[in-house]
């Protein structure tokens, strides 16, 4: 089970990056890539804890179909999100935020099984995994964007 973890530094208070993060209207601003858009569940707004959200996305070209749940919220420290349906086996997500002297620093793990078995361990050698880590970075990227630019 391939586990994926990015820190990434933010010149921004730790409630101002939580907040964004669980944001599903920034969501929707940070994945413009892949077109993600909140077809279900909570479709604006800030997730809370019980809160699903379904997405639909393009992956590999592909249009997709992901529900998650938030599992887990310690405001403004951590949240916790599962798949709960999709194209994964299962994932598990995790969001951290530590307060720093000039700053938050943010960091995610996740933490996902592909499915389709052997076949699935081969496509995160090849080429998922890679997949998952740049996208996860270029969230955390247009996150840092848009708090810093808040000021």
């Not at 099984?113 to 880590?133: C, H, N, Q, R, V």
Request: aromatic share 10%.
């Amino acid at each position: 089970m391939p586990i994926i973890k990015h820190q990434q530094f933010i010149q921004a208070p730790v409630k101002v990056c939580f907040d964004l993060a669980r944001n599903v209207d920034i969501h929707t601003k940070t994945t413009a890539q892949t077109k993600e858009k909140a077809i279900g569940g909570v479709t604006h707004g800030l997730l809370e804890k019980g809160d699903t959200v379904t997405w639909q996305a393009t992956h590999f070209g592909i249009k997709q179909r992901l529900t998650a749940k938030v599992i887990h919220m310690e405001k403004p420290l951590v949240f916790v999100d599962v798949m709960v349906k999709g194209a994964f086996s299962s994932f598990t997500h995790t969001h951290q935020f530590k307060e720093e002297k000039s700053g938050t620093l943010m960091m995610d793990t996740f933490e996902y099984k592909s499915p389709f078995g052997p076949f699935g361990i081969i496509a995160d050698k090849i080429f998922l995994e890679k997949y998952m880590t740049d996208f996860i970075i270029s969230r955390a990227k247009a996150l840092k964007k848009i708090a810093e630019s808040a000021k």
